[in-house]
């Protein structure tokens, strides 16, 4: 079979793989990224959906990741306001295992490292923020601050459509096989047996980042640490649209955060584990997790309430901390020049995978001979040049009045700017097609598949809709079917 040849080949379809494919593909360089799954189907699909600074990493006196990281939220903030969106969050005092003191001074140097910031700046508890105390046991003492939350796997595949826009090729259902160094090159073969040259490879495996350089011939040693992270949904345990950070008598914390409408997520666990197929939660995360909010919410849970759970593997760099809490959440850029560049992607986190993708290009740029510029730091995701997300909605509403306000409301949120491109021409609930559920109608699902690289009823309903949490089983099984018809394999 003929080879074709490529600047860069990616390893990989989570949030790092992508925002490199993205600003690859905006500095000219011929892109493929293969992912063997589905975009942001493993650990980019199971973060805690926040875009933040990482307030605790202060303790751990990891201030560049933390400035580095609150500038990454001030952009993303304005390149994506339909699925990003600026969150209050409040951190309980009572009954605290770090001093007021502590706590008010890391606030403070959390505002100051995230420098001009159009999100509010932190503050104490006041007696008049009843909605924010009224669901705690003691809500008398504490603190409010901002960060945003994020739907991390249409993130994930807004990076990829920008980067099919300008030109890059993305392949999902598609791993590689082997690859070798031949003659100032890399040539690689697919699981669909097509062999491709590229100049440069980018092993952004993941969990994986590390099984990865075997398969490419190359013997290093693992600098990967797997910490497995879990989250469950319960029934909403409060009102509004804060979320709360809550202190542990383990020295972590854990996130209450309201989940689509009707739900409360709560996370994260830090444990270590051998292997990414071991991204499962297990019954004492769930018991933890439960326990980590009753000792602060009057709102008592137990594992009986979880309506459902995700897990993800963080492939932390080992740095040699002790605990897993305590390994960092920067990355690391490893590069090699012994013939064509690899360069192995380690670590990182949702917020700064933009950041981690110009420093790639940076770090692959002399040894490619390209000059790399900066060209996403202020650059929109597809959908998001929107001025005002409330004003963005009515007009939605206006405009197509039979989506109704929960769907209108979905759509505008997870399309943007782009439900124009998909509704176009579209005057009424008929000529949207056969409904498949949920409200999901064939227009849409066309789209998915078509525009987003979704194959499958579970890449619709686990990441790119969020729609499979309000189905029954039976109604799951329905979707399945309906989308099995429309899209044979």
């Not at 709102?299 to 809490?325: C, F, H, M, N």
């Amino acid at each position: 079979m003929t080879a074709v040849t490529y600047d860069l080949l990616i390893i990989g379809g989570g949030i790092n793989g992508c925002a490199i494919a993205r600003e690859a593909s905006l500095l000219g360089l011929k892109v493929l990224l293969v992912e063997r799954d589905d975009l942001a189907g493993h650990t980019s699909s199971a973060s805690t959906k926040l875009i933040h600074g990482g307030l605790r990493y202060l303790e751990y006196y990891d201030f560049k990741l933390v400035a580095e990281a609150l500038r990454e939220r001030e952009r993303l903030v304005k390149a994506a306001p339909h699925i990003i969106r600026p969150m209050r969050f409040v951190l309980p005092q009572e009954n605290a295992v770090r001093p007021w003191w502590m706590v008010r001074l890391g606030l403070y140097l959390y505002d100051f490292l995230g420098g001009r910031m159009t999100l509010p700046r932190s503050r104490g508890l006041r007696k008049s923020d009843t909605l924010y105390s009224a669901p705690l046991k003691g809500g008398k003492s504490g603190f409010v601050y901002s960060d945003a939350f994020v739907d991390d796997s249409r993130l994930t595949v807004l990076n990829a459509m920008d980067a099919a826009d300008n030109g890059a090729e993305i392949l999902v259902g598609t791993s590689l096989e082997s690859a070798r160094r031949e003659g100032g090159i890399w040539r690689a073969t697919l699981s669909d047996w097509r062999t491709v040259e590229t100049r440069a490879i980018v092993n952004a495996a993941g969990p994986w980042v590390h099984q990865m350089l075997g398969s490419l011939g190359v013997n290093a040693k693992s600098n990967v640490r797997l910490v497995k992270g879990s989250h469950i949904v319960v029934p909403k345990m409060f009102e509004g649209t804060h979320s709360y950070i809550l202190q542990q008598p383990d020295r972590r914390i854990v996130f209450a955060i309201p989940y689509q409408g009707a739900f409360t997520e709560i996370g994260t666990t830090d444990i270590p584990v051998d292997a990414p197929e071991d991204a499962k939660i297990d019954d004492a995360e769930i018991a933890y997790l439960c326990e980590a909010v009753n000792r602060h919410f009057v709102k008592q849970i137990t594992p009986a309430d979880v309506t459902s759970t995700w897990s993800g593997v963080r492939p932390l760099y080992d740095d040699g901390a002790s605990e897993a809490k305590a390994v960092t959440r920067d990355y690391v850029l490893e590069l090699d020049t012994n013939g064509p560049p690899l360069l192995s992607v380690f670590g990182g986190k949702i917020t700064t995978a933009r950041h981690l993708a110009e420093e790639a290009m940076e770090k692959l740029s002399p040894a490619m001979g390209f000059k790399a510029h900066p060209v996403t730091r202020a650059r929109v995701f597809p959908g998001g040049a929107i001025a005002e997300f409330g004003l963005f909605l009515t007009q939605v509403q206006q405009t197509w009045p039979f989506l109704g306000t929960a769907r209108s409301t979905r759509m505008a949120h997870a399309y943007g700017q782009m439900i124009a491109d998909m509704l176009e021409g579209i005057t009424d609930e008929a000529a949207m097609g056969a409904d498949l559920g949920g409200g999901l109608t064939e227009i849409e699902a066309r789209w998915l598949h078509d525009r987003e690289w979704a194959r499958t009823a579970d890449d619709v309903l686990k990441r790119r809709t969020k729609l499979g949490l309000h189905l029954s089983p039976d109604e799951r099984v329905a979707f399945e079917s309906r989308w099995t018809a429309l899209f044979p394999a």
